[in-house]
């Protein structure tokens, strides 16, 4: 079964702190994983795409095949990262884009 | 660019009734597709619809369906409403392919059922 599954559902860190929000999928093709954020008040929106391999705000997210894990890091987390993270698998055998989601994880960043 | 719009923001409906939800992608997107966010099970996919035709559904009841018109928008609607149906409802638009891949999601609608 295609499956995203976010373990915390709240993590609480410091201004300044590192943060790791956990990811793991359960697919048997190809993955297409993304990062999904909504901040207080604003919809939801795309953060990263694995693919692309780009540092979003300073994050980044490393696809592990063999772990599968899709893990979204930062070295240093800002106030302003407070959010709900999504986790988002896109199935690479069908057309569209319909997008299997976590639960999500709410991330705290307190001074 | 406008974004996706969806009317109307807050509903609140009676047990068995039917409700229709409405969402106006960003102009040139062909596909739209519905999400239902509840507190307990997240964000779940209800359908996709791509050009006028219905191109994935995720697992749910009959009840819920969805149409697309011409120009892109699309509907979705809820017959004899269940209390569990009470979520927020989000559509997403995106041109349609599916290696341009971000979604762009809408306010939502918020839908209570009494």
């Known amino acids: 079964a295609q499956r995203v599954t976010q373990p915390e559902k709240l993590l609480s860190v410091f201004k300044g702190a590192p943060v790791e929000l956990k990811c793991n999928y359960s697919?048997?093709?190809?993955?297409?994983l993304f990062w999904y954020v909504q901040y207080s008040r604003q919809r939801l929106q795309l953060l990263l795409r694995?693919?692309s391999r780009e540092s979003i705000k300073g994050f980044t997210a490393d696809l592990n095949k063999g772990e599968t894990s899709f893990h979204l890091k930062k070295p240093f987390a800002q106030e302003e990262d407070s959010a709900m993270y999504y986790c988002?698998?896109?199935?690479?055998?069908?057309?569209?884009?319909?997008?299997?989601f976590g639960k999500g994880t709410t991330l705290s960043v307190s001074s | 660019k406008a974004g996706v719009t969806q009317t109307p923001r807050y509903l609140i409906k009676t047990r068995g009734q039917q409700v229709t939800l409405s969402c106006s992608p960003i102009s040139g997107h062909r596909s739209v597709s519905w999400y239902q966010q509840t507190p307990g099970q997240g964000l779940q996919f209800l359908f996709e619809?791509?050009?006028?035709?219905?191109?994935n559904k995720g697992n749910f009841p009959g009840r819920f369906s969805g149409r697309q018109f011409s120009n892109s928008r699309s509907e979705m609607n809820v017959s004899t409403l269940e209390l569990g149906d009470s979520a927020l409802y989000l559509c997403?638009?995106?041109?349609?392919?599916?290696?341009?891949?971000?979604?762009?999601f809408g306010p939502g609608t918020r839908l209570t059922v009494t």
């Open positions: 997403a638009s995106s041109s349609g392919s599916h290696y341009s891949y971000e979604q762009y």
């Open positions: 988002a698998l896109l199935p690479s055998n069908q057309a569209g884009t319909a997008l299997i």
């Open positions: 697919y048997s093709g190809s993955p297409e």
């Open positions: 619809y791509f050009s006028e035709t219905q191109r």
């Open positions: 694995h693919i």
